[in-house]
Nanobody, 118 residues
Framework: QVRLAESGGGSVQAGGSLRLSCVAS???????VGWFRQAPGKEREGVAG??????SRYYADSVKGRFTISRDGDTMTLQMNNLKPEDTGIYYC??????????????WGQGTQVTVSS
């Protein structure tokens, strides 16, 4: 079983930056570890992921060029720059065969709030 412990998040004005961290434990080799976010009234969507098997990265079109995911051992970090109000939501660390399809996620973190004000 994979356990995910998240930290980071908070409130920032548009154009600002925030960093999220997720420490993974257990057997997650071969999984994609990343983040989904859920905005108020919207479905959860995958925003970034790190494929541990080969080191490739996934980014949703809406965050390309602004978000960067990296790995240091068991810790994944999502650096979020030039934040926009539409980035507001609860961010969930995830681990599973996919960082895009919610139904394929095997484990979830507890979620952390990100609020971007205009």
């Amino acid at each position: 079983q994979v356990r995910l412990a998240e930290s980071g998040g908070g409130s920032v004005q548009a154009g600002g930056s925030l960093r999220l961290s997720c420490v993974a434990s257990g057997s997650y080799g071969g999984y994609c570890v990343g983040w989904f976010r859920q905005a108020p009234g919207k479905e959860r969507e995958g925003v970034a992921g790190y494929y541990t098997a080969g080191g490739s990265r996934y980014y949703a079109d809406s965050v390309k060029g602004r978000f960067t995911i990296s790995r240091d051992g068991d810790t994944m970090t999502l650096q979020m720059n030039n934040l926009k109000p539409e980035d507001t939501g609860i961010y969930y660390c995830s681990a599973g065969p996919s960082c895009i399809t919610e139904s394929l996620v095997a484990s979830w973190g507890q979620g952390t709030q990100v609020t971007v004000s205009s």
